[in-house]
C-alpha cells in the first residue's frame, strides 16, 4: 500500500507519496505561510484529495512532539503551533491511520531504510545543518526516549569550556559542527586567507568575505577545496570536535551504521580525512571497526519519506 | 522458577539462587584463582550442586562478550580465558539454558530490576569503579550493541585535551571518575590539605596520605567529609565532568532513571550537590526533569542478580 509522508518546517511543506518499495510517487511542495494551524492543515489536505489511494500518513515536524497521541506540543520555528492534534486532525478527517514524529526521528528512520536498506538495525543518523541533531534507530526501532526527546546528539558536550550554546550549555557539539560553528570559528582564525582566483567566485562575494560578513558555511567550504588554509583550518577543527562526538556515539551505542545528512555534510569531501583519523584515535577498536559510517545519499527529503515509512510501520504493528 | 547468577571477576566468583521474585535464596563466594578456565568452571559446578531446583544459568564476566553464542572471547582481568564456550559448558553439564553477558551489563539490567522494579523502561546504570562503565536498558531490554561493546560510557570525551586514558583516548570520563582519576585529581592539586583530627584517622594513614602513598579514593572521601578544601575541592571537579557526561547521556537517550553504583558512588553524598546543579544546567530541561537519578540501593550482588534475571529473561521469550 502507498503511504503519505508530510515534512512540515518552518517556512514550506513538503507532501510525498511512496509505494512500498519506497519509490517516490508523487512530490508536492507548498509554503508554510504564518496562517493558523487550522488553515495550514487545510491546505495540506486539500492537496491529498488529488494523490491515489493511500494507507496511512506519517507527519514529521520540527519541535516537541508527543508521537503516542500524536501532538505537537511546540515548535519554536511554527510560533502558533501550539498542542496541535495532528494525528486525530488527519484521521478525522480521512478515516486513515497517522502518525506524528519530530522531523530529525523522521529523517533517521528515512536515511535507515533508504541508505541502509533496513540492514543496518543499530542506526544513527546526524544532521549538520543550522543545529545539529539526530535519530535513533535500535534494533530497528526508532527509539524516542522517555519524553520523546531522544536523539539530541548536537547537545553532546565536546569541550566544558567551550563557547555558549543556544540550549544553554557550554561546548555543545553543535557550537564547533553547526552551521553556526563553522562561521563563529572562521571569524576566530586571524589567518589572512588568500582572495580566489576570479574565475571562481564574483567580486560582489569576495567583498562580502573581507569585510566578514555574508559568508557561510559553503563559502568556506568552496575556499577550503581552493586550497584556502584559513577555510582549510576550519574544517580541521571541526573534524576533530565532530569526532569527539561520534567516538562517543560509538563507544555507547556501538551502531552499525551512522549516517550524515544536513547542509555541512555537503564538505563530507573536506572533513572525512581528519575526521576518521581523529574517530580512529578516539574510539574503541572493535565497534569502529564494525561501524559504517557514510554521508546520505538521500538527503533531501529524507523527513516526509522517513515519516511515510514510520506510519506504515506502526500499521505493520 | 528459581534461576542461578554467577559474577566472575578476576578475583572471586559469586553464585546466587534467586528465586522469581527477585529473593536471593542462596549465595556462595569461591575465589577465582590462576587455574585455566576448565578446573574453575569444574568448582563452580560442584558449587551448584548444593542448590535446589532452577530453570536457567545466567553468568556475567568482565571482558569482551559474545552474547549470542554465550562466549568469552577474553577478558583482561583473565589471561587464561580466551574463546571459553561458558553458553555451551553449562548447558552441556546441566541440561538447563544458560546464558552469558558482560558484567556491566548484568549490574544494569539487576539494578532496572531491584532498584527500578522494571518500572523504568529506559534505564541506564553507570559503574563509578576502578574504571567506569556502564550497561543500557531501552523498552525493558538490555541493549547490547552491534558487536556486544555498547555501554561504554566511561569513554565518552569530557574534555578532548584532558589525560590520556587507558583506552588510548585523552579525557575519557573515566580519567576524571574512575578511581585512578579521582587519585590522578588530588595529586594535582597544590593546596595543604590539614591534618584530619586524631579521633578519625591512625596515623599510618595520615602519613601514607602526606607522603601521597596509600591514599585511596575512600579516604579522600572521609577527608571531604571532614571538610578538608583540598579533598572537596576533588570532589568538586569530579562532579563536574560527571556532569559533563551524564547530560549527553540525558540529551541523547532521554532515560527514565539512571542509577550509579560502584565503590566511588558512595562518595554520593559529597558529590551529590554539585554534580545535579551543573547537570541541571548543561541537560535540555524536559528530560532532565523526567529522569530519576539514583545511587543503587543494590551494589553489592547487582552482577550475580542480573545475570540471573536476564537469564531468566530469555526463557520467558
Known amino acids: 500500500m502507498n503511504s503519505v509522508g508530510i515534512d512540515i518546517g518552518g517556512t514550506k511543506i513538503l507532501i510525498v507519496l511512496i509505494a512500498q518499495t519506497g519509490k517516490i510517487k508523487k512530490s508536492v511542495q507548498i509554503p508554510t505561510t504564518g496562517d493558523p494551524p487550522a488553515a495550514v492543515l487545510d491546505r495540506i489536505l486539500s492537496q491529498l484529495k488529488s494523490f491515489e489511494k493511500f494507507g496511512s500518513i506519517g507527519i514529521g515536524i520540527a519541535g516537541d512532539v508527543d508521537g503516542i497521541n500524536g501532538i505537537l506540543r511546540f515548535s519554536p520555528n511554527l510560533p502558533k503551533w501550539k498542542n496541535v492534534r495532528l494525528k486525530k486532525y488527519f484521521e478525522?478527517?480521512?478515516?486513515i491511520t497517522a502518525a506524528v514524529d519530530n522531523d530529525a526521528n523522521c529523517a533517521a528512520y528515512g536515511s535507515y531504510v533508504l541508505d541502509?536498506?533496513?540492514?543496518y538495525k543499530n542506526f544513527i543518523m546526524i544532521t549538520l545543518g543550522t543545529g545539529v541533531g539526530g535519530g535513533i534507530i535500535i534494533d530497528g526501532n526508532l527509539y524516542r526516549g522517555a519524553t520523546g526527546t531522544a536523539g539530541e546528539i548536537g547537545h553532546i558536550t565536546v569541550n566544558p569550556k567551550g563557547p555558549k550554546c543556544s540550549c544553554g550549555n557550554y561546548g555543545c557539539l553543535e557550537t564547533y559542527t553547526g552551521a553556526k560553528g563553522i562561521l563563529r570559528l572562521w571569524q576566530s582564525k586571524k589567518t589572512a586567507f588568500h582572495i580566489p582566483p576570479p574565475s571562481y567566485s564574483p567580486k560582489r562575494r569576495i567583498s562580502d568575505m573581507q569585510k566578514g560578513g555574508g559568508i557561510t558555511p559553503?563559502?568556506?567550504a568552496e575556499l577550503a577545496r581552493k586550497n584556502n588554509k584559513k577555510a582549510q583550518t576550519v574544517f580541521n577543527e571541526f573534524s576533530e570536535y565532530l569526532a569527539v562526538g561520534v567516538s562517543?556515539?560509538?563507544n555507547i551505542f556501538n551502531p552499525d551504521m551512522i549516517s550524515f545528512s544536513g547542509g555541512i555534510s555537503n564538505g563530507w569531501d573536506l572533513?572525512?580525512?581528519v575526521f576518521f583519523r581523529e574517530l580512529k584515535k578516539r574510539s574503541f577498536s572493535t565497534p569502529f571497526s564494525h561501524v559504517k559510517i557514510i554521508k546520505s545519499?538521500?538527503?533531501k527529503n529524507l523527513g516526509?519519506?522517513?515519516?511515510?515509512?514510520?506510519?506504515d510501520k506502526r500499521l505493520q504493528r
Chains 1, 2 share one sequence.
Do not use: Y
Request: glycine share 18%; proline share 0%.
Open 92 to 95: 478525522d478527517k480521512t478515516g
Open 116 to 119: 541502509g536498506k533496513r540492514k
Open 218 to 220: 559553503a563559502i568556506i
Open 248 to 250: 562517543g556515539i560509538i
Open 271 to 273: 572533513f572525512k580525512k
Open 297 to 299: 545519499g538521500n538527503s
Open 304 to 311: 516526509a519519506i522517513g515519516a511515510a515509512f514510520l506510519s
